[in-house]
């Protein structure tokens, strides 16, 4: 698991033994997106600081999921964002602007080819070159820059959770996610809390155990509803909230460790409201944790990022 400080992280490193690579977690006990949500895709991106205890040689792949806001700009977690590398080498210490990571918005990404079992242990750095090769050759893949919210901290995540990538070329066709206005989600209280729906889109499993874990690789949905907005770990500043998950009706299912950055949308809307940040336990299934990006600070970053690149 890629260290998140402080708190059961939403992001786990691709199980690079098996013969196709996996992010472990996700939608669970949801719904196929069957292309309601185009716009929202999977990242595979490399950290070349991370230790894989199966290597003698630093370097590990995560999964995340993103949404685009643009043709040109993925939204995602600011811990999906931070320490990615540059052509294979650190960006480390302020984490900002690796290349190493690509996006398929495929409902079912492509990884034919994608395998650790060949390099272990004594050549991780092989493992980049192939696995690079392989993703800029595809034509589903494609190759962006990462770029953390400028007040992201790695050891407080949560105060500032949010993360752009800049794609290299334009995703056009697909649609796009709208940005809420300013403290949207204030308005939900009382009955108002209990009986609207969001909408939470992700990649990987369908289900986590102790001992098991199902499904993966498929863009999946799920409806929840606002369980707590007072902020997380202590610090009641509302940029975080808690929505339910459960198998419950009229909502149904929720995220898990590897859906970070995907997109929470005010049900049926294109209407963004939060992004994945990290999960409660036991089992995902204490609450999932967002980000919000209707918050002052979010909302004048993200609209400068889309000046500045579209």
């Not at 995220?255 to 929470?264: E, K, M, Q």
């Amino acid at each position: 698991m890629r260290r998140k400080t402080g708190r059961f992280a939403a992001l786990v490193a691709i199980v690079g033994a098996l013969t196709m690579a996996a992010p472990v977690g996700a939608i669970t006990n949801g719904l196929p997106d069957d292309g309601e949500h185009p716009f929202v895709g999977q990242l595979l991106f490399y950290d070349p600081d991370y230790e894989d205890s199966r290597f003698t040689d630093p370097g590990g792949w995560f999964n995340c999921s993103g949404t685009l806001i643009s043709p040109t700009v993925v939204l995602t977690a600011g811990h999906c964002t931070f320490a990615i590398g540059d052509d294979g080498d650190s960006t480390r210490p302020s984490g900002i602007g690796g290349n190493d990571v690509w996006v398929s918005f495929e409902e079912v990404p492509d990884y034919t080819g994608i395998s650790s079992a060949p390099f272990i242990p004594d050549d991780n750095a092989g493992r980049y070159t192939a696995w690079t090769a392989i993703l800029e050759a595809s034509g589903t893949w494609h190759r962006g820059t990462a770029y953390p919210h400028p007040q992201y901290d790695d050891n407080a995540f949560y105060l500032h959770d949010a993360g752009v990538v800049i794609l290299d070329e334009p995703m056009n066709g697909l649609g796009r996610a709208q940005l809420p206005s300013l403290d949207y989600l204030d308005q939900f209280t009382g009955k108002a809390k209990a009986q609207t729906l969001f909408e939470a889109v992700g990649y990987g499993l369908e289900r986590s155990l102790p001992i098991a874990s199902f499904g993966g690789d498929t863009r999946m949905k799920s409806q929840q509803v606002i369980i707590n907005a007072n902020g997380v770990y202590g610090v009641h500043d509302e940029s975080s909230i808690v929505f339910s998950n459960n198998n419950g009706k009229p909502h149904q299912g929720g995220t898990c460790s590897g859906d970070s950055g995907g997109p929470f949308f005010r049900n049926n809307t294109n209407l963004q409201v939060a992004v994945n940040s990290y999960g409660v336990p036991p089992n995902c299934t204490g609450g999932d944790g967002a980000y919000r990006i209707d918050q002052a600070d979010d909302l004048e970053w993200l609209h400068e990022v889309l000046a500045d690149n579209d």
